[in-house]
Structures are given as C-alpha cells and as structure tokens.
C-alpha cells in the first residue's frame, strides 16, 4: 500500500519560497511519477507539475512556469516542489499525488497549508 | 475559471440517483479517454473514485458508474447514501501544456 505523508503547515511572507515535501513509502518510488495539486481556500483542485523520479524529469503547468521547482531524491523516496515569489494568491492546501497508470491520481498525501500574510 | 465545468450543486434523496456532468473540448474531455472523478470530504485529500472513464479502483463501490459522451464526462451515484455528501470533481489529461485540467467541483447533498 503506497502512503504519502507531507511536511507540516508554513506561514511565509509575500516574496519569500517555500518547500514542501513528500515522502513515499510502500511500491517503487522510482517508478512512480507525482505530481502536485494545490487547493485554494473554498475553490477546486489545480494541477502544478510533476516529476518522474527515475527520470529525474519535471514538467510544469505554464501558469507556474518559472516559479515551481519540483525535484525527487531517490535515495530517501522523498518529492519536494518549491515555489517562489509567494503572493497572497498562493494561499492555498498544497497536496502531492502518485499518478496512476494514465493521467490519474491513485493516492494522495494529506496535504500541506501554505498561509503567505504578511 | 476552472477548465473543465460541472454543475456547483445537485442533491438527492437517499437510495436516489445522481449525476454530476463535466464538460470540457475536443482537446481534453471529448479526445481522449482519460477522464477521472474524485471525491473530497471537508478536511480531507480527495479519492479516486473512477479512472479512465469509466473504471473504479479496488474498494470503490459499484454504486459510482462513469461515462462520457462527446466532450461531456459524467458520474453517477446510485443508490445515495449519506456518506456519499461530498464535493465531487472530475479531471481529464489536455493536450495543452497544462497536461491535466480539473473541473470546478460540484458540492453533493444528500437531503
């Protein structure tokens, strides 16, 4: 059974980064590939990147081209996705996914809020 | 605004029928076959619910059915229970760089 767990809640000010992180266990974390989703207060689900770990290739949505970074070490199963330049607008539940077979998301990490206030 | 468009609500009686739509383009929904439907409890992640149109994953109940039509998914709940009240939201791989597209999700009520 493949488990997710996050990093816990942060609270930065608007231009600074933040890293969360993503660590797996049960399966083959270098044959998975996860994507992170965030969730804004009270809104819906959007689609942020994804990495494939024995690949080390990352792709982006365009919206987050630039300021997403989103790496993978094989070593200790853990996914990470960076984002940058935070604005109020980032406020948002950051979730990492393992994407099934095609194009969906089988298991999912708890999720981790991200509050940017200055 | 979201890619994908689903109704914001719909509501049934238990042991009632549902249907949630989702609609998007010949460039996500309507060409390929890779639709999904989650769900999500207030607090929590969301669920696999159904995979690639119209498959449900090992523990899902039969009760959740998927199908699509064009450029319109759909997901049905038979049966409605209680512990089916959640917000719904479907998702499709894009041929666009955005590579996946949800809906704006559709809040479910169980009267």
């Known amino acids: 059974q493949v488990q997710l767990v996050q990093s816990g809640a942060e609270v930065k000010k608007p231009g600074s980064s933040v890293k969360v992180s993503c660590k797996a266990s049960?399966?083959?974390?270098?044959?998975?590939?996860i994507s992170w989703v965030r969730q804004a207060p009270g809104q819906g689900l959007e689609w942020m990147g994804r990495i494939i770990p024995i690949l080390g290739i990352a792709n982006y949505a365009q919206k987050f081209q630039g300021r997403v970074t989103i790496t993978a070490d094989k070593s200790t199963s853990t996914a990470y996705m960076e984002l940058s330049s935070l604005r109020s607008e980032d406020t948002a539940v950051y979730y990492c996914a393992r994407e099934g077979r095609m194009y969906y998301f089988d298991y999912w990490g708890q999720g981790t809020l991200v509050t940017v206030s200055s | 605004q979201s890619a994908l468009t689903q109704p914001a609500s719909v509501s049934g009686s238990p042991g009632q029928s549902i249907t949630i739509s989702c609609t998007g383009t010949?460039?996500?929904?309507?060409?390929?076959?890779?639709v999904s439907w989650y769900q999500q409890h207030p607090g929590k992640a969301p669920k696999l619910m159904i995979y690639e149109v119209s498959n449900r994953p090992s523990g899902v109940p039969d009760r959740f059915s998927g199908s699509k039509s064009g450029n319109t998914a759909s997901l049905t709940i038979s049966g409605l229970q209680a512990e089916d009240e959640a917000d719904y939201y479907c998702?499709?791989?894009?041929?666009?760089?955005?590579?996946?597209?949800f809906g704006g999700g559709t809040k479910l009520t169980v009267l």
């Open positions: 049960g399966g083959t974390f270098s044959s998975y590939t």
């Open positions: 998702s499709s791989y894009t041929s666009s760089s955005t590579y996946v597209v």
């Open positions: 010949s460039s996500d929904v309507g060409g390929y076959n890779y």
